[in-house]
């Protein structure tokens, strides 16, 4: 009897589960630590914020001035920080007064955090532990910069294993110098910081051209000019397909983008190379990848038109944890894959100014391109009848049939017993 259960379980696990394996995971070395709003607490635990009865604390991020040189850091030698114009620290780019954080008063002066260099990753032990080399970590204050990058490697400890989307913490200090520039050489200095991961996405172009975000990608936190990637979610229209005879299986795969090209010569092609979270998978039979289109005007999917001189390419590309490196935009191994390649991470859109893929639909010398790879299927609406019985007028997919599956399954597997049975007797 319990050969017949395990045969059973096995016919049904086989026609309704999907296998998945975890994708490998690291920092991207081009990161964005996107800071947090800003928490606070209760001095003391005297209150609940913001009825507090002995003042508020922050908490989310801020860094301390060991003042009172009793060797702790005391809640009132916190100074809160709040995010700059990059909404945070960005790996490897060196960054000026208020891209960091906003400006913040220590002793009735001014300040913010500044790199002279960029930060780094130091160690990553891909399971959400990664250290930074702040040698670069510089503080302007009172009109004066100081070396703040002399301590020892930052801390950084992530959710999960610290990809695009992740939680972290960073916790780092050092030892103001003694150099003269302050009144607090010697002072020792912490930093703690907390927000999500971020993961830049960077739209190349080959033209002389000017690369922009669109309002859908800016409104949804991009973070860099070229950083157009965003989500079905973030576009909030869903694509139901050009007709009753299409059906959309799954939407923006490894990303959809949302960019603007600026300042080409009016009717002029432009070529611009997607990088995908995730390569271009195989699909079902009876399935067909097509790279999708929001227009913007009627708020309508459709799909990418290659006729003329519009094209879709695509190379393999090399995916590193969250960070997707593609060839440039002119590189010939586009020319061995046209359409969509399976397998491949890095799709080139060639795109007519005017033409069938620009949503302004103006030769203005502006290209708008909102869109993504989506999962499409074609369903027979055909109805029949006869006396006997009918077909239904309904779309269906046979996706949504699995309890039919799992019945032909478990007749499978009796008639396999029964077999025995007659073999046994």
């Not at 100081?146 to 050092?174: H, K």
């Amino acid at each position: 009897m319990k050969i017949k259960q395990n045969l059973i379980q096995t016919a049904i696990l086989l026609a309704t589960s999907t296998l998945y394996t975890p994708a490998f995971a690291a920092m991207p070395t081009d990161a964005i630590l996107e800071m947090s709003e800003q928490t606070y607490f209760c001095d003391y635990g005297l209150g609940t914020y913001p009825d507090c009865m002995a003042g508020a604390v922050v908490d989310a991020n801020y860094f301390g001035m060991d003042t009172s040189g009793d060797g702790t850091f005391q809640n009132g030698e916190r100074t809160g920080i709040e995010a700059g114009t990059d909404n945070g620290l960005i790996l490897g780019l060196s960054q000026a007064a208020g891209e960091i954080d906003s400006e913040w008063t220590f002793f009735s002066n001014s300040g913010w955090h500044i790199t002279s260099s960029p930060i780094t990753i130091a160690t990553d032990d891909n399971s959400g532990n990664v250290t930074l080399d702040m040698t670069g970590w510089r503080v302007f204050w009172n009109g004066v910069t100081i070396n703040m990058g002399l301590g020892d490697d930052a801390v950084v400890t992530c959710g999960n294993t610290c990809e695009d989307g992740d939680t972290f913490t960073l916790e780092y200090s050092a030892i103001v110098p003694d150099d003269g520039q302050t009144n607090f050489g010697n002072v020792p200095y912490s930093l703690f910081m907390s927000g999500t991961i971020k993961q830049p996405i960077e739209v190349i172009i080959d033209t002389g051209g000017t690369l922009t975000c669109g309002d859908t990608a800016l409104s949804s936190g991009a973070t860099t000019a070229t950083d157009c990637k965003i989500t079905s979610e973030n576009i909030g229209i869903a694509d139901t397909g050009d007709s009753d005879q299409q059906g959309i299986e799954a939407s923006c795969i490894g990303g959809c983008f949302d960019f603007e090209i600026t300042g080409l010569t009016p009717g002029a092609v432009a070529r611009a190379v997607l990088p995908l979270s995730v390569a271009i998978p195989e699909v079902a039979k009876g399935h067909t990848l097509r790279y999708r289109k929001l227009d913007t005007a009627t708020s309508t999917w459709r799909s990418f038109d290659s006729s003329g001189d519009n094209a879709i390419h695509t190379a393999p590309g090399t995916i590193s944890g969250s960070t997707t490196t593609c060839p440039a935009a002119t590189d010939a191994i586009y020319n061995d894959s046209r359409n969509l390649t399976p397998g491949h991470a890095c799709v080139r859109l060639t795109i007519v100014d005017g033409g069938p893929n620009d949503a302004d639909g103006i030769e203005n010398g502006t290209i708008v391109d909102p869109g993504g790879i989506a999962d499409t299927y074609e369903i027979d609406t055909r109805v029949a009848s006869t006396d006997g019985c009918s077909m239904s007028s309904t779309p269906a997919h046979s996706r949504h049939h699995a309890d039919w599956w799992i019945v032909a399954a478990f007749l499978s597997v009796l008639g396999i017993i029964k077999l025995k049975r007659k073999k046994a007797e």
